[in-house]
Structure formats: structure tokens, C-alpha cells
């Protein structure tokens, strides 16, 4: 855990308005549920700038919400390589954004597909980017980042005990 107390992990999409902060809130209260809430902190993050300091996207809020999460408070930020020493993970939604996290990763760190660790998902899934489409593709973002945030907890689980 790089000599701290809490173990951090940030999840990463294009702009940090659907994908990577709704996995963000649904993570956070996964963890929660696993006991895990107070020893691992979750923060997510864009690879691109565009949306910087806004909120997340007012489809993403509404879907967290019919589901009973609050993404209320979030505040979309730009992923940069001088991040990479603050987190003991770092989750890519797709595999251009992995790609391109990668080109700029130290060797240290873990870079992977948060898919990844959806045991039911096949190997290189993605969590397709809703934006551009209606509510059904923010309710199968929620599907997705559900199923992977439990493999996830159990990952950080295990790393952590």
C-alpha cells in the first residue's frame, strides 16, 4: 500500500461525467457494505480536461439516484501522470483510456480494465460510454459498475488483510 494507511484507488473515463464517478459512488458504498469504507478512499478522475470542476452528467445523477446512490457532490477532474503516486489502483473504463493510462504509468503501478474483476464478464470488457444515448445506457453503466464493484471490493479485500 506505498507506506500508507489507506488504501486509494481512482477510476478513470474520458470527461469524469458518467462512467468513471457513477463507478465512483457505487464503489464507494459497495466498499461500505464490505466493511472496507473507512480503510479504502475512491476517487475518479477524466482523461481529458473538458469538464473539469463540473458536475457529474445530470443522466448519470438521475439513474445513481433512482437506484438509491448520491453522486451528488461530485466535481469532474482531469487524470495526470503526477497522480499515478497517489493511488495503490488505478481503473480504466475502457480500453483507450487504459491505453492511454498506461503510455504514462510508472511500472509500479496497477493499470486495469475495472471490468476486469466482473468474474461474469469476458476477458477485455468494457463499460461503454453512455453519453451519447438515451437512459437505457446510463441503467447498463449501473448494471456494469455494480457487478465489477464487488470483484473490486474483494480485490482490495484481499490486498489489504
Known sequence: MM???TYRVCL???GNICRSPMAETVLRKTLAGHGLGDRVAVDSAGTGGWHA???MDSRALRTLADHGYDGSDHRARQFTADWFDRYDLVLAMDRD???FLRRMAPGEVEVRLFRSFDPDAPEGAEVPDPYYGGPEGFEEVLRLVEAASEGVAKHIADEID
Open 3 to 5: 507506506g500508507r494507511m
Open 97 to 99: 483510456n487504459l491505453r
Open 12 to 14: 478513470v473515463c474520458m
Open 53 to 55: 470542476g463540473g458536475p
